[in-house]
């Protein structure tokens, strides 16, 4: 049995929580029990791996994120374990250049621009837990900028921004109003720009005819 738990915080009683996870998963399955704990947090790991008691000794396997080189995971060639070099050690690299790199292998791995989106959604969310969502903010606007035209519309800027500072659901009405007022784009163009449905956009639209 492979148990693996996900920490963003220091947790004094998680030695505890994993004795009574390994008791009940022995007892059901019957079957040697692996734990790991995966801390993502951004604060100095104080969490323990070890219980010492009378008659009992117990220990689980406890990773800290960010003692792992952020370019273990650029070598993937998997989108899904790209996106956690954010939270990895960025070593002497700039957070900046850092990001850059995360974002260019997500481009070079990625196939087609909603599922781009989609992993760029994903980055924004994990980059909260190192306080990098403002600097990540401004290198995927210039990354999805490449979307468009090379004038860069100024529209489309500023209803991406909007959708950042709001979040992406939220924004996605003003971003696809944008869109549909300043750009020939078809729904399904706008659609994989604002990752959201064809349909969403539609009634975007028929709300911006019924306002005419």
């Known amino acids: 049995v492979l148990q693996i738990e996900f920490q963003v ?3 004094t009683t998680m030695v505890y929580r994993m004795l009574e996870y ?3 998963l022995s007892r059901k399955y019957e079957l040697p029990v692996h734990q790991y704990v995966i801390y993502l947090g951004k604060s100095r790991l104080k969490m323990t791996a070890k219980f010492q008691g009378i008659n009992l000794t117990f220990r689980y396997n406890l990773l ?3 003692q792992i080189s952020y370019t273990t995971f ?3 060639k998997k989108p899904e374990e790209i996106v956690l070099a954010i939270l990895a050690n960025f070593e002497k690299e700039t957070p900046e250049n850092a990001l850059k790199r995360i974002i260019h292998r997500l481009e070079e791995t990625t196939q087609g621009d909603l599922a781009l989106k989609r992993y760029f959604k ?3 969310i994990l980059a909260q837990l ?3 969502e403002s600097k990540l903010k401004e290198i995927i606007m210039d990354s999805i900028a490449k979307y468009i035209d090379e004038e860069k ?3 489309f800027l500023i209803g991406l921004d909007k959708g950042f500072d709001k979040g992406f659901d939220k924004g996605k009405e003003t ?3 944008n869109l549909l007022a300043q750009t020939d784009f078809g729904l399904e163009k706008i659609a994989s720009l604002a990752n959201t449905t064809v349909e969403f956009v539609k009634q975007v639209k028929h709300k911006l005819s019924a306002d005419k």
């Open 130 to 132: 190192r306080k990098l």
């Open 122 to 124: 994903q980055l924004r």
């Open 175 to 177: 971003f696809i109003t």
């Open 22 to 24: 390994y008791a009940m």
């Open 64 to 66: 800290e994120i960010k």
């Open 9 to 11: 915080a220091n947790e």
């Open 74 to 76: 650029l070598k993937s």
């Open 153 to 155: 519309d100024v529209a």
